[in-house]
Structures are given as C-alpha cells and as structure tokens.
C-alpha cells in the first residue's frame, strides 16, 4: 500500500489484526479496530495541524519581519507612547486609550498604523498652532 496512503487513512487490516493480538496478549479488553480509528484520526489532525502551521507562516506578514525591525517598531510605539497626548486635541486622545503593554502586543501592521495616526495627529496640531500664532500676529500687526 506505501507509506503515502497510510498517512491518507488507507491501512491494511493486518494493522488491526495485529493490535487486536497485541491486546489480547496484554488481556485488555480494547479492540485492534478501535485503536487504528483512534491512529487514523490522530494523523489526520497531525496532516491538518501542518497544513494550518504552513498556512500561517504563508499569509501572516509577522512571521516575516525581521526581529531588529520589530524591536525598531517596539521603540518608537514606546517613544510616542511616552509623549503621551502632550498637547493633542481630544479629538485625538482616543490613541491612547489603551495600555503601552497591549499595543506593543498588536500586530506589526497594527503598530505601524497607530505610529501612522499619532504622526498625523501630531502633524495636524502643528498645522493648527502655527495658523493661530499667524492670525495672532495679523491680528497684532493691525
């Protein structure tokens, strides 16, 4: 039969003859056909634990990245998160509501949007500040 189709379920039935006379010899009570069901559905779940571990490595980007660029990303989420919302708008300070530990335990791409948002945020509160210092200074030069 080959090794292939033992690993597909397909087991020759001197398989369970000979489990049968193993636990006879042993005087127990189970049965040789019970123990290869048993066996064929532990390498299936075996083939579908591979088949989801390949998977996984396959479609998730983290498994990718270098661990010098995560601890990279890990120091600048800290960094910002050290900040704090600093002189934000509230509008803005739903960024950090949550704690440092489970954000740094997001994904990669997670991180890498809220670095994204923070930036933004803070990039718009600069843009904010310096058009009122501009119309301050219109409003005293007149």
Known sequence: MGWHLFFEGWMSSKWAETQQAYYEWLGMRRTG???????????W???WDLWEHRNSILHHQDSFISIEAAET??????????IGVGALPTLD???FG???????????AHKQLWL????????????????????????LRS
């Open 73 to 82: 990303l890990n120091e600048m989420v800290r960094n910002e998160f050290d």
């Open 98 to 108: 949550g704690t440092l530990y489970d954000l740094l335990n997001k994904p990669h």
């Open 93 to 95: 300070h739903y960024l």
């Open 33 to 43: 056909h019970r123990w290869v069901q048993a066996l064929i559905k532990k390498l």
């Open 45 to 47: 779940q075996t083939a």
């Open 116 to 139: 994204s948002r923070v930036e933004t945020a803070w990039k718009s509160q600069h843009l904010t500040l310096q058009s009122t210092l501009h119309q301050e200074r219109c409003l």
